[in-house]
């Protein structure tokens, strides 16, 4: 980025992922590695070269903004601009997911600033994937894993990573995601998952999910390549799952009144330093 830098025009600023990576929102520089840094130069004609991608696309002044000596535009615009470029629907939902998990841009925001494109490059699937996206992943599998269950399986009613409590208003498990008209916990398990410890917690907060009656699936690395053994397990969980009335359920969503929620972009916005680090520093064990 430092070298593509000195390339730019004067209104010319650094755009898409590598803006985010500049200002160190977690899993862009691991996503954009072998990917070009992007110059958008304002109508100015640059030449691109291996490494760098050049966009002549129109960009007003508010749009560009200095972060430690480097021009790189608003977050709204660089991740809009990775999901109207992105191969499909689902690579841009997870960059927007991903970039409001680092609070930089929210639903709103991002859907205000695609409605000013119309006509542009890939707006259309930028729309949709605003429509499919949610504020609180913790890692881009959740983000696959919850995708699998909306487009693939059509469900609708899911949340990711929202605290779940028995009746009495006691913390039962933060899923990776929630079926919420099913009762189905979906949960990916990664490398760290298989690590002795880690693996009794897991195996412990699968017994309480089930004990509140819950449905469990469980999503692993294999899954990504071919995902057609867990949908098909997702599809006999939630067979199970509608056996247990409504009426039965023995869990909630919503949180007793001593609870601080932090599932919204502008609730997280509005945490303190301290309460940042109180509740969100589960958040590094995602994925």
């Known amino acids: ?23 160190g929102a977690k899993w862009f520089a691991g996503m954009g590695e072998g990917r070009p840094v992007t110059l958008a130069t304002y109508g100015h004609k640059l030449v691109a070269r291996p490494g760098l991608a050049i966009s002549a696309e129109r960009m007003p002044p508010q749009e560009r903004c200095w972060v430690d000596g480097l021009p790189i535009t608003n977050p709204a615009r660089s991740i ?15 960059w927007l997911d991903l970039a409001m998990a680092s609070d930089q841009v929210s639903t709103a925001e991002a859907a205000a600033y695609v409605a000013t494109l119309n006509g542009w490059t890939g707006v259309g699937m930028a729309r949709e994937a605003i429509g499919l996206a949610d504020e609180n ?15 693939d399986l059509g469900r609708t009613a899911l949340v990711c990573n929202r605290p779940v409590f028995d009746l009495e208003g006691r913390h039962i498990g933060t899923p990776d995601v929630l079926d ?5 916990v979906g949960e990916y398990d990664g490398k760290l998952h298989l690590e002795g410890k880690r693996r009794a917690v897991d195996i412990q907060r699968e017994g309480l999910f089930r004990a509140a009656g819950l449905e469990y699936v469980t999503m692993v690395s294999r899954d990504l390549q071919d995902p057609s053994g867990f949908l098909r397990r ?7 799952a509608h056996r247990t009335p ?5 869990w909630t969503i919503d949180p007793p009144r001593w609870w601080t929620p932090t599932h919204t972009v502008e609730q997280r916005r509005a945490l303190t330093a301290v309460e940042r680090n109180r509740f969100l520093g589960n958040r590094a064990m995602g994925g």
Not at 80 to 94: H, I, K, L, P, T
Not at 234 to 240: N, V
């Open 246 to 250: 409504v009426a039965d359920r023995r």
């Open 80 to 94: 809009a601009f990775e999901m109207r470029y992105a191969a499909d629907v689902r690579e841009a939902v997870r």
């Open 137 to 151: 992943v913790w890692s881009p599998t959740e983000v696959d894993l919850r995708l699998l269950w909306r487009i």
């Open 180 to 184: 919420l008209e099913a009762g189905l």
């Open 1 to 23: 980025m430092l070298e593509a830098v000195v390339l730019l025009p004067n209104l010319g600023a650094i755009t898409g992922w590598a803006a985010y990576a500049w200002v």
């Open 234 to 240: 997702t599809l006999e969980a939630r067979s199970r």
